[in-house]
Every structure is written in structure tokens, then in C-alpha cells.
Nanobody, 132 residues
Framework: QVQLVESGGGSVQSGGSLRLSCAASVDTYSPLCMGWFRQAPGKEREGVAGIDADGSATYADSVKGRFTISQDNAKNTLYLQMNSLKPEDTAMYYC??????????????????????????WGQGTQVTVSS
């Protein structure tokens, strides 16, 4: 059974930084497709950042240059370094995961990295609050 546990959320002032972590309990030797999503009250869930099977990263335009996604494959842990935080970044942040698929040429992830349809498993979320 796959479990995702996020941590690192909190309250910061505008311009501050936070580092989110997502520990994945998963039994697989294939690369993982992982991403971060967020949902603010009254708004739809949106993709923030994602990592493909080849390690390449994709970011939402709203966080480019401020957020950095990374992963420690040995620990099956995903990170999101968030700098220059803004009040509009306030949301519940969720980690998501999907196993990659092997095909000719290597491993790949289904769908686009910022689309929720790519992911099979979701964490419970960690709250990020940015005050002005």
C-alpha cells in the first residue's frame, strides 16, 4: 500500500521561505512520477510542480523562479523549496505520486506533470499560510 506523508507547512510572512517534504512509502524499483498540487479555499486544485521519470521538472507559471521541486530517490522523498512566498500562495499543499511505465526507450509518466489525472496516490496535505 502506498502512503504519502507531507510535512513542512506553516505560517510565514510575505517574502519568506518554506520547504515541504513528502515521504513516500512505496515498493517499486521504477522511477516515480511525483508532483505538488495546492488548493486554496473556494478554488480548484492546481498543479504547482512535477517531476518526470527522467528527472525533468515542470512548474506552474505562478511559481516559476520561486519554487524548486526535487527528490531524493534513495529515500523516496519529494521536496518543494518555496522562496519569496506571497499571500496568494496560501493553500493546502498536496503531494501526489504515480509509478512510471517502462516502454521502448525507457520509463515514462502518463499525462502531463501538472494534471491530476497523472497521479494515483495523494497525501493528506500540509497547510501553507502566507501573511502580508
Amino acid at each position: 500500500q502506498v502512503q504519502l506523508v507531507e510535512s513542512g507547512g506553516g505560517s510565514v510572512q510575505s517574502g519568506g521561505s518554506l520547504r515541504l517534504s513528502c515521504a513516500a512509502s512505496v515498493d517499486t524499483y521504477s522511477p516515480l512520477c511525483m508532483g505538488w498540487f495546492r488548493q486554496a479555499p473556494g478554488k480548484e486544485r492546481e498543479g504547482v510542480a512535477g517531476i518526470d521519470a527522467d528527472g525533468s521538472a515542470t512548474y506552474a507559471d505562478s511559481v516559476k523562479g520561486r519554487f524548486t521541486i526535487s527528490q531524493d530517490n534513495a529515500k523516496n522523498t519529494l521536496y518543494l523549496q518555496m522562496n519569496s512566498l506571497k499571500p496568494e500562495d496560501t493553500a493546502m499543499y498536496y503531494c501526489a505520486l504515480a509509478p512510471s511505465t517502462y516502454s521502448t526507450g525507457g520509463y515514462y509518466c502518463h499525462a502531463l506533470p501538472l494534471h491530476g489525472t497523472r497521479y494515483n496516490y495523494w497525501g493528506q496535505g500540509t497547510q501553507v499560510t502566507v501573511s502580508s
